[in-house]
């Protein structure tokens, strides 16, 4: 992990600034001191939000997708339901995998 803080954000409600590992440190915070799998969640950005977690670096503890999740459910605009939705199966498989990193330390 670098010590740079990480530009990746929410650009808007339901949009981040795109996700870009070159820039960004997988387990890092942004001035926000938001991880870069909570930013996905808040915005509700499913490929994201996959692409983080999946990759072989992120570590999932201290991470609180879910949290951000509700954030971004209570105050996206249009279609909030839909993208939370979408999100879900996804924090469950944030859960079995923080579970599984837990359990292997």
């Not at 279609?79 to 939705?85: A, N």
Request: net charge neutral.
């Amino acid at each position: 992990m670098n010590n740079a803080i990480n530009t990746y954000e929410l650009a808007h409600r339901d949009q981040t600034s795109g996700w870009d590992l070159a820039r960004n440190d997988i387990n890092g915070v942004n001035l926000y001191k938001m991880r870069p799998i909570e930013v996905a969640a808040q915005a509700g950005d499913v490929a994201e939000f996959c692409a983080i977690m999946k990759h072989p670096s992120f570590v999932a503890s201290g991470a609180r997708p879910h949290f951000f999740a509700d954030v971004g459910r209570a105050h996206r605009g249009e279609h909030r339901d839909e993208r939370y939705l979408a999100l879900l199966p996804h924090l469950k498989s944030f859960d079995a995998l923080a579970s599984q990193q837990a359990s292997s330390v």
